[in-house]
Structures are given as C-alpha cells and as structure tokens.
C-alpha cells in the first residue's frame, strides 16, 4: 500500500470517469474542461486569517496527538483537547475537544466563531432561540459573540474550529453586532442527501469533481467560507489504458483546504507525517512533490494555491494477461469526510510543480501571497 | 471447513445429483434449490455454498455454484470458477448467456479485458474466452448451458445483440435519470447514486445495470421522501459488487429482514415489495442488478401488499 491513500481514491475515480463519451442525454460525470480561471476575483489579502504554518501540515491519525488541557480566558475547566493546528497570527485552532460526562457552562459568549461537529457523545446548546440537542455527526456554528449555554450528558468528543484565540465571557445576552443570522444550527449527516452539484456551488467548469458526492453544511454568508462533507467510493476495476486528459492535471485552489477523515475503509496506524518523494502525484510543496499519509480519523490543512493530485504522467502500469495490474487493482474503497475552505472554492489545474502561487508563512507574522497567475493546465500538451 | 458432510450422505447427495443430472440429460441442476419464478430466492451469501463441477463436452470442467434456478425454462444465475490457463475455444450455446469478472480477469478473445468486464451472447453466437490468472465469472444462462464448438455464429443467432466484451471503464457513469422511464415519480435531482447501463434490450426493456449508492443516510436511495416500500412489474436480480446493505422483502409468508456483504445475491419475483425501514447501508453499496422485461418500480406505504398475501405470488 502506498501512502497516497485518500486521494488515490478520488483520482482512481477520475481515471474511470475520464474516457467517457459525450452525453447522449442526461446528466453524465465527465472530465473537467481546463479553462478554469476563477469566475470572481481572487481576494489580495485574507487568507492569513485561516493560516497554518508551512504549506502542508497532516497528521495521519488524530491519536498521534497527545491530549491537553484547553484552558483560555474564561473558559470553563474540565476540557481536553488534541490540537490540530493553529494560526500562528490569529491564534485559531483545530482541535478534536474532549467533554466530559455532566460537563456544563452557564450562558456566555466566545469573541470568535465557534463550529462544532460531535465525533460521539451528546452536547446540548442552549441559545436564545432554545434548546439544540446535538448528537453523534451534528454540526452547529455559532458566530462570535452569540451567546450560549452548553451541557453534556454521557459525555462528547467534537472537532472543533475556533476562528481566534479561544475564550470565553460569560453573558446572558449576545454580544453586540453578532451575525446571527449566519447561525447554523443542529445539521445532521444521517438526515441529509448527498448530491453532485447544486445546492453545492460550482468549483469549476464543466461540472463539479466527477464522482464526489457533497452535502454543505454551512455557506458564509459575508465571506463564502464554507464547511462541508464529500463521500467517494471505489471498485478495484482496473483503470482505462487509454490515455487521460486528466493525466498531468493537479488542482489548485485559491482558498486553503482542510480535511478531517471521520470514517471510511483506509486507517492509517503509523505516525508518518513526514512528507515522502513522490514523483507523479502528491503536492507541490517546499521539498519538491511529496506525499503524506493520510487515512480514518487523519487530518491535513492544505495552504492556498498547493497544487495536488497528478502532477506527472505516469507511464502506464504493467497489467497481466488478463487486462488487470500487475500486483492487483486494490481493493474496494469508501469514506467520507469533513472539509472546510475558505473564501469561495474554485479549482483549476496546472501540468507540474514549476508555478507559483498561493500564500505562505513567512515567519514572525508575516505572509507571502503568490500570484495566482498559474500556467493553465492543457491537455494537448 | 467446520461442517463437514459425512461420506455416506455425500454419496446419497451425489447419486441424487446423477439421478437428477440424468432425469434432465446433459443439464445438471441442484435438486434442493427454490423455483425463482415464483419464489424470492435471497440473501444468499455464495461462500456458504458448496462448489460443485460443470461440466460442459468440450471445455474443461470448472467449478460452479448456483445462485438462482428457474423450474420452467431452466434459465439459471451461476458463480464460475475459472483455474488459472482455462479456456472456451471458439463456440455457442443454445442459450443466452451473460456474464461478467467479479474477481480476475479474462480476455475475450485475445483481447484482455480485467475485472468487472462484461459480456453478453445471445444463443447460437460464436465466441471464446480465457484466463490467465483465474477468474470468478458471474453468469446468467437464459436456459441450460451448453457448448457447442464452432468458429461462426448459428445460422439466424440475433448478432446484433451480442456484446463481445465491455471493459468497466468504457461504460460512462451517469445519474439514474438516464436510465429508461421505470416510474411515475420523478427522479431526484442531482441524486447521489451513480449507475452505469451494461445492456438495455430495447424491445423488452431487460437491463443490467450497475448502481453506486453511499451509505450512512436515513433514506439511503436518496430517493427523497417515496414510501418505504417499492415492488416492480418486473422480475429483480442483484448481487453485491462492494460494500453493505441491509433490506427487507415483504413476502407471502411475512417481512424477512437481512444483510448483504460482497457476493451477497438476490432473484426477486415481479410483485414482491422490498424496502421496508430496516433498508440501510452502513459503508456504500455498489450492486449490479438485472431487471427482466417490463421493468416498473410502484412504491407502498406498507408491505401487507394484497398481490403478496392471498395468492402468495405475484400478480403483475
């Protein structure tokens, strides 16, 4: 097993989607058209707000973090955490966040956004507009400054991402100017549909990644920020011998990535979260092509404008007399995960890792914005 | 292997076998099995099952085991097991056979065409096919299998048919609503399930199809708010490419309830309601159906299906 992993997947899917005829009628999964400059200006600054480190941070699985004592101003004691990552300017956080059982804070506010999904267990919100009973999969945000009470049952674990430093002001009323109507309030994934496009918005020409199912959990309403779920799976047919026109093509985004790996069929066990040579796909990033494990229960924030996916082509494998791979074509494969992005999502796609673009840590505060100029990517070439 | 058969009743087993295989001449069927024509043959689990031989004059002997078994007209679903260097030189079958790799691979004809390829034949149309590593082909016969060795077709064979091999990539994926109308409710919009159309016989509307369906949700077709329960005009096959899936069939006899894994087969009669609110996957599913002739999907609020209770077969 190599450690591609998850995007294996999603690329795999590519590969099977990609020799498809055009639609006779009907909607048809086809491969993207490469014209892909983003349909909205690229914002000059912003990007920082959301920033990690480095262009690439990834951790394979959530347990390679040790837990800690999340302690703030204000905040009330008794919780644990795993921190993810942080913005070294903002102070933002990704944390997993432990509650214990009979766990509670009175009513009160945090000075930044709060977004919540519970990973198992129980968290009751209490806000204005009464009681959110939050269970296994929910998700809830709550913009800076809304005022909230919260309790916990049996107890709860949540991925949690606080837009700033964390505290806590304890209040019976929200804060002044809270955007409440960017509220989200109790989203569950075992209630909602997945769907390929609209009302997930279009991150490209040609229709959206082919065989990626969505479900947007929240749209910001100022900022377009989004949060959101993709679940792809897989069948071990092996891939078309005939050449792609994705083949070469790695995508870029103008807002960073984040990924977290709540379920599906690949678990990572070994804390590899050094980048490995990777020659024809991984991402760009500062050690040339790399490759990070990633599987169930992994995490990586992705910088803005790190090209990932195919960033070669690959010669093609050797097959056995009967048309599969040499070595097998893998196995069966499923998972879903939780995304979030900032600014609005758009993709495009460059031939190799000789561009520059996207945003980077400098150091002491200070960050580096590459033009988004990329080399567009062409199939003909 | 935890149950063994002792000798004695293997012998009795046999004999019935031969008797059996005798009473049908070159036919071979396995006496215990279920009429499908009237009867839900399902959640069958192929590694609870016994491979027997298949032997054909002509083509080395492989291993079998049968999924379904239809009384009348000797139509039947089979899992085949190919050795590794077996082959079918150039022939026909006075039957329609359909198949495809579940696992392995095959070339038809010289060409190799790697797992989940797909192939159908009518009767009387000359083909052959190998493998190199071994192969489990999944295979439909509209009547009892045979093998006649010819390098050309049977004079009046329907060779415009015939699909002489399909590799998995070439058949583009699509949303449901491409498939031909098989309802009177609308299909969902942007739905999440993929499918990709293998064979549609135009004139009886007979099609096998694969459908990708993610699991996790409460209403895990997709399908929006339809009634739970769903039967068709027409009869129903599936096996289980990947993944998992829990169902109910709402039969003469009341509501059974089970789960598929991989390999996991069904042959439901036309008339019979499936759905019910056990109806869950819990990673995906991705299933490969067949739908006979007149493929019409009606949905119910409930399985006590008037069809279903008093005559105990189907009505449409």
Known sequence: ?381 | MITRIRPGSRLLLCSALLITTMAFGQDFRIPESRDRATEFVGFVQPDRLYWRPLTLSGVQTVDFKQLSFDDKTGARTILVKLPPGWKQAPGFHSADLEMIVVEGGISIGDKPMGRYSYAYYPAGYAHSYSTENGATVLQWWSGAPDYVESETSRAGTKAGSAIDGLLYTDVPTKDPGSLPKFRDEPIMENSPLHVKLLRLDESTGQKTWIVTIPGGTREMTGEGNLPLWSSSASWQEGFLLAGDMTMAECLPQGQAAGSYAPDGYFFRPAGISHGGLSLYSATFAVWLYRTGPGHWVTYHNSCAEPSATTSGGPTR
């Open chain 1, 1 to 381: 097993m190599n450690s591609l992993g998850w995007i294996r997947v999603p690329v795999a899917l590519a590969v099977v989607f990609m020799c498809v005829t055009p639609p006779a009628y009907s909607q048809e999964f086809g491969p993207p058209t490469v014209d892909q400059a983003p349909p909205f200006p690229v914002p000059e600054e912003g990007y920082e707000v959301e920033g990690r480190p480095g262009l690439m941070l990834s951790i394979p699985n959530i347990k390679f973090v040790a837990w800690e004592s999340f302690d703030g101003p204000g905040i009330p004691a008794g919780l644990q955490r795993r921190l993810l990552s942080e913005s070294p300017t903002m102070g933002a956080v990704s944390q997993i966040t432990y509650v214990p059982a009979g766990w509670s804070h009175p009513a009160g506010y945090h000075d930044v956004d709060n977004e919540i999904f519970v990973l198992e267990g129980d968290l009751t919100i209490s806000d204005g507009a009464g009681d959110e009973k939050l269970t296994k999969y929910s998700y809830s945000y709550m913009p800076a400054g809304q005022m909230h009470g919260m309790k916990s049952r049996q107890g709860a674990v949540l991925l949690q991402w606080l837009k700033g430093k964390p505290d806590f002001v304890a209040s019976n009323r929200d804060k002044k100017g809270t955007r409440a109507y960017a509220r989200v309030r109790d989203w569950n994934r075992f209630q909602k549909p997945w769907y390929v496009n609209e009302p997930f918005p279009d991150y490209r020409t040609g229709g959206n990644f082919p065989g990626y199912l969505h479900a947007l959990m929240r749209q910001d309403p100022d900022t377009g920020e989004m949060t959101w779920m993709t679940f792809v799976s897989s069948i071990p047919a092996p891939p078309s011998s005939e050449a792609g026109n994705f083949g070469g093509g790695a995508e870029v985004h103008p807002s960073f990535e984040e990924y977290f790996f709540p379920e599906g069929s690949r678990y990572t066990e070994v804390d590899d979260r050094e980048p490995h040579k990777s020659q024809y796909r991984g991402e760009c990033v500062e050690q040339g092509v790399s490759t990070y494990k990633r599987g169930t229960r992994g995490y990586f924030w992705r910088a803005a404008g790190v090209a990932h996916g195919t960033v070669a082509q690959a010669p093609p494998r050797p097959r056995d007399g009967d048309g599969n791979l040499v070595g097998g074509n893998g196995e069966a494969g499923w998972g879903w995960t939780l995304v979030r992005t900032g600014t609005q999502l758009w993709a495009t796609y460059v031939t190799d890792c000789t561009y520059e673009t996207g945003i980077e840590y400098m150091g002491e505060g200070r960050w580096r914005k590459y033009d988004y100029d990329v080399p567009r990517y062409d199939p003909q070439k």
